[in-house]
């Protein structure tokens, strides 16, 4: 996954930020809180402390794939799906087609041709 952090102010420091057409704050990579505190317009976090909730954002967000995915996956396999699921959002993923394509159970080419076909469709 490479995805920047957002609003960088300088010196290691992040300001809070609002997606477009959204209601809450985030800060760094897409995070809804920091140290399990709300953000709000004025949430300032050091990179250690943005890089720190993106490690327990993606534990949960692995915790929560993990219980909607019925077929083993190697390492490589859940981090792509985890970096999949983490930018488009954990109640998009569960709604998606490539979940859809993983649980039929389709093997590797299949899902990448599968899951090409229905990005490019749809898209």
């Known amino acids: 996954m490479y995805t ?63 219980r909607l995915i019925q077929w083993p996956l190697n390492d490589k396999q859940k981090a792509a799906v985890l970096s999949y699921a983490h930018g488009i959002g954990f109640p998009a993923f569960k709604e998606s087609n490539l979940l859809k394509i993983i649980n039929a159970g389709c093997k590797k080419k299949e899902v990448i041709k599968n899951y090409l076909h229905t990005s490019i469709r749809s898209g």
């Open 4 to 66: 920047p952090a957002r609003t960088h102010m300088g010196f290691g420091k992040y300001a809070a930020y609002k997606d477009y057409g959204e209601f809450i704050w985030r800060i760094g990579y897409g995070s809804k809180e920091l140290h399990e505190r709300v953000i709000c317009p004025f949430t300032r976090a050091s990179s250690k402390e943005i890089l720190e909730q993106l490690k327990l954002d993606l534990e949960t967000l692995s915790y929560k794939i993990a």
